[in-house]
């Protein structure tokens, strides 16, 4: 394969290789910038999370603005979606008194426990140590091993279809989200935004 790449670029992406990684490895990092446009894009074989198999935090991206386009460009009536967000609460502390395999392990588990609880929903890994899962019918119990809790949040989406807004609306539902994510307690918490009105 050849690719072509101006002289002048090519030396001053080796200078940023040396100076931040000590390394003059330029296709090691470009094929990690290469995997992380396939991961962006959700390309077949990128589209799930390599440990957790979990679909990506770029895949609720996708599916979100699938939904919130829907495939009836005429039909305006109101949406609603909701999204339960879950953080594992103190998994940095046992990442640091356990060890990084161990924590990896426990997110394992977690998202083991998670799929076989949601079994009927999409559930996606979307940060380190938080996970989300689509339309969720209620809100069951699942028991993460003892040195970590798990925190979570509701988050209760209204908004119209194909508005002219659409940007805007796949946009707020990531924020919420986001936003839940921070906001989840042990017992829960429950976020409604309306934007089903505008």
């Known amino acids: 394969m050849h690719i072509e790449i101006p002289d002048e670029l090519y030396g001053k992406y080796l200078d ?56 009836d460009w005429q039909n305006h009536d109101p949406i609603e979606k909701v999204y339960l967000c879950v953080n594992i609460h103190n998994l940095k502390n046992y990442n640091d008194t356990r060890g990084l395999y161990a924590g990896d392990q426990v997110l394992v588990q977690v998202a083991e426990m998670l799929r076989s609880a949601y079994a009927e929903n999409t559930l996606y890994r979307v940060g380190g140590d938080r996970f989300v899962i689509d339309s969720p019918a209620k809100i069951l119990e699942v028991h993460p091993p003892a040195e970590v809790s798990l925190k979570f949040s509701v988050i209760q989406v209204m908004a119209k279809r194909n508005q002219g807004k659409q940007g805007f609306v796949d946009k707020a539902i990531m924020f919420h989200i986001e936003e839940g994510l921070v906001k989840a307690t042990t017992k829960g918490i429950k976020l409604i935004y309306d934007y089903s009105s505008m």
Do not use: M
């Not at 296709?27 to 999370?49: I, M, N, W």
């Open 16 to 71: 940023l290789l040396k100076h931040r990684f000590a390394s003059e490895n330029v296709s090691y990092h470009v094929q990690s910038l290469v995997e992380t446009e396939l991961r962006r894009f959700a390309a077949p074989g990128y589209d799930v999370d390599n440990l957790t198999r979990c679909k990506t935090w770029y895949q609720l991206e996708r599916d979100i603005n699938r939904f919130t386009h829907g495939f």
